[in-house]
C-alpha cells in the first residue's frame, strides 16, 4: 500500500502560519481520501482535515477558518496550510492515505508542530 511521509513542522508564535507537506510514493488521485490528523500528548489522535477522491473537504470545528487541506496530485502530495495558530494546536501531525472508504489507512511518521511564545 501507498507510503506517506510529513515534512513541515517546527515551533512557531502563536498566530503564525505553517504548512505541512505528505508526499506519497504513488498515485494519490485513485486514493479514497487523505487526511491530516493531530495528536497531543495524552490525548487522542483527532482529524484536523480531510480531502476526499472528488475533492470535497471537511475540517475539525477548531481548525475551520485558519486550516487548509489542498493535494497536487501532479506531486502526489498533499498539504495543510496552518494560519493563525494557537498554543491548543501544539501536537504531533500525522498523514493517513486511505484506498477504500472502509480500510483504515496508511500512517506516516508524524511532524512535530509546536506553538510557542
Known amino acids: 500500500q501507498v507510503q506517506v511521509v510529513e515534512s513541515g513542522g517546527g515551533l512557531v508564535q502563536p498566530g503564525g502560519s505553517l504548512t505541512l507537506s505528505c508526499a506519497a510514493s504513488g498515485s494519490i488521485s485513485s486514493l479514497y481520501a487523505m487526511g491530516w490528523y493531530r495528536q497531543a500528548p495524552g490525548k487522542q489522535r483527532e482529524l484536523v482535515a480531510r480531502?476526499?477522491?472528488?475533492?470535497?473537504?471537511n475540517y475539525a470545528d477548531s481548525v475551520k477558518g485558519r486550516f487548509t487541506i489542498a493535494r497536487d496530485n501532479g506531486k502526489n502530495t498533499v498539504y495543510l496550510q496552518m494560519n493563525s495558530l494557537k498554543p491548543e494546536d501544539t501536537a504531533v501531525y500525522y498523514c493517513?492515505?486511505?484506498?477504500?472508504?472502509?480500510?483504515?489507512?496508511?500512517w506516516g511518521q508524524g511532524t512535530q508542530v509546536t506553538v510557542s511564545s
Open positions: 480531502i476526499l477522491r472528488g475533492g470535497n473537504t
Open positions: 493517513n492515505a486511505k484506498l477504500t472508504a472502509y480500510s483504515t489507512g496508511t
